[in-house]
């Protein structure tokens, strides 16, 4: 059995092959080969070995509560994988005013209707991004509107898919279009459900270490009374002074960083180099005369 921890090596792994760039660095049927021997534990391509390397030596990190002083010493002590090039994508998105568009009508088989539209679009629709095998309505409109996006996800990119929205991986160059295709399958199968989606990409090392910038560890030890440290990482730990900003430090601080630009988006702030989304889409839906 696959374990959701080789999934998201198989995933980070993936998305370091592919590189930064629209086309992939190695050809697409040694990626896919690629994959198919980690999810069969295989031998792989000594060429793609490095690749492989890199996303383990992420994951071990995990099993590790240090973290260095300062961002000097972290990249020091991490060199290989602070110098890896290639950035992983990171994509939030989902339905938003839900109860809005629920409980738009009192009649309670469309209330019921509404409700079961937007889990299919959510538990399927999305999901059938990136796994063929999943049969899906949309699969075949999303490989016409985005076929070269449709190439470059895999089902192990997708971290969540429950609860109204969805957390994935891709590759850097693909995180625009992605959220777009999000927003769009929204549109496209409810009409007038509102949807939002947002995405950055990300030096390899913060996917264990959260945002690496200042400040860091070394200035939130000398200024963990200040109001504004303490309204970010919380209160001090008298037993451990270290450990608010460990517990911040870490992919939940992605996360949280994709929520807030979420709302933000949400509210109808611009968002770069996507389609704004202050005037979402608007369908006039009178019932039959």
């Known amino acids: 059995m696959i374990t959701a921890h080789h999934d998201i090596t198989i995933a980070i ?4 092959a592919w590189g930064n760039k629209e086309a992939p660095k190695t050809a697409l049927p040694t990626l896919e080969q690629f994959r198919q021997t980690l999810k069969n534990g295989q031998p792989i391509d000594p ?8 996303a383990q030596k992420l994951q071990a990190l995990e099993k590790s509560a240090r973290i260095p002083a300062t961002i000097e010493q972290l990249q020091t002590e991490y060199a290989e994988l602070w110098n890896e090039p290639t950035e992983i994508g990171l994509v939030f998105g989902g339905a938003t005013k839900i109860k809005q568009y629920v ?13 079961a539209l937007l889990d299919r679009i959510n538990l399927i629709d999305l999901r059938s991004f990136f796994d063929s095998s999943i049969e899906s309505t ?9 076929p070269k996006l449709s190439k470059a996800l895999i089902p192990e990119l997708i971290i969540y898919s429950t609860g109204g929205n969805i957390l994935a991986l891709c590759p850097a160059f693909y995180v ?27 030096k390899l090392l913060e996917l264990r270490f959260g945002k690496i910038q200042q400040p860091w560890l070394q200035d939130y030890l000398a200024n963990s009374q200040h109001e504004l440290f303490q309204a970010y990482f919380g209160q001090p730990n008298s037993e451990d ?49």
């Open 103 to 115: 409980f738009e009508t009192s009649n309670l088989q469309d209330i019921r209707g509404a409700s």
């Open 241 to 289: 002074s270290a450990q608010p900003f460990r517990d911040r430090k870490s992919f939940n601080e992605l996360v949280t960083h994709l929520a807030s630009q979420f709302n933000q988006r949400r509210s109808g702030n611009i968002t770069p180099n996507r389609p704004t989304r202050a005037y979402p889409p608007r369908y006039e839906t009178h019932p039959y005369a």
């Open 47 to 54: 060429q793609l070995s490095h690749y492989l390397k890199q």
């Open 176 to 202: 625009g279009q992605l959220a777009n295709a999000i927003e769009q399958c929204y549109t496209r199968e409810t009409l007038t459900a509102n949807s939002c989606a947002v995405g950055e990409t990300f």
């Open 13 to 16: 792994a993936w998305c370091l």
């Open 138 to 146: 949309v699969r075949n409109w999303f490989k016409q509107e985005y």
